[in-house]
């Protein structure tokens, strides 16, 4: 009965391969999270969405897209990824801005 | 900005005995929220504990309480009667109210010994 489902769990790229990660939610959530984890660091949010409303932080890199085609989906686009793309990628999602955030398990990504 | 401080990296405890985690903060808001989140090896992140900062008295989920110092900016979580599932990494997170990122602490790990 897992809520916050992330596929795969582990992903494979190439350098400068285009990769996607999906996420999708069973809460009905109306926020979905998208945080990069690298190896022993804390989580760090690259953006999220409030319903259609997508919010991107600061310094984010362009390489990294979000869509969200519904209230359930919520995808994760590295256009062109780098060494330093390789880390656990997260997704959460909250009822609310305010409200405690769900995780999924995870997307591990690794780039050749 | 808004930071959050976890000083120890790495704690162990032994089972059935009681750990306490510490974690500190840095902020100007004086309406915000404070978490403790688990992450097992490979496993998903999920939410231990949840104190609004408007209120005095320490949260409690069964074996896990904080003592919440608001003046001193400092929030630990203490786990009595530890058990083999609760190894974990074990991360801090403060988020201001509105629309505001969640923002961690850089962990601690924590190992139960048997």
């Known amino acids: 009965d897992a809520m916050v489902i992330q596929n795969p769990r582990y992903q494979v790229t190439q350098f400068g391969k285009p990769v996607t990660l999906s996420c999708s939610q069973t809460?009905?959530?109306?926020?979905m999270y998208w945080y990069q984890q690298k190896s022993s660091q804390a989580p760090k949010l690259l953006f999220h969405?409030?319903?259609?409303?997508?919010?991107n932080e600061a310094d984010t890199p362009d390489n990294f897209q979000s869509r969200r085609p519904n209230t359930s989906f919520c995808f994760l686009d590295i256009r062109s990824p780098g060494l330093g793309d390789a880390a656990m990628y997260l997704c959460?999602?909250?009822?609310?801005?305010?409200?405690?955030?769900?995780f999924g398990d995870g997307t591990r990504l690794s780039i050749l | 900005a808004q930071t959050v401080t976890q000083s120890q990296p790495e704690m162990s405890v032994q089972e059935a005995e009681t750990v306490t985690l510490s974690c500190t903060y840095d902020?100007?808001?004086?309406?915000?929220?404070l978490f403790w989140y688990k992450q097992p090896p490979s496993r998903q992140m999920i939410l231990v504990i949840r104190?609004?900062?408007?209120?005095?008295q320490n949260a409690t989920e069964n074996r896990f309480s904080v003592n919440f110092q608001k003046a001193a900016k400092s929030f630990s979580l203490k786990i009595s009667d530890s058990q083999l599932g609760d190894a974990a990494m074990y991360f801090c997170?403060?988020?201001?109210?509105?629309?505001?990122?969640?923002?961690f602490g850089k962990g601690t790990r924590l190992s139960v010994i048997a």
């Open positions: 997170a403060y988020r201001a109210s509105g629309n505001t990122p969640l923002v």
């Open positions: 902020t100007s808001e004086s309406d915000y929220y």
């Open positions: 809460l009905n959530h109306n926020v």
């Open positions: 104190q609004e900062a408007y209120k005095q």
């Open positions: 969405y409030y319903d259609k409303d997508f919010n």
């Open positions: 959460a999602t909250s009822r609310g801005r305010d409200q405690p955030q769900h």
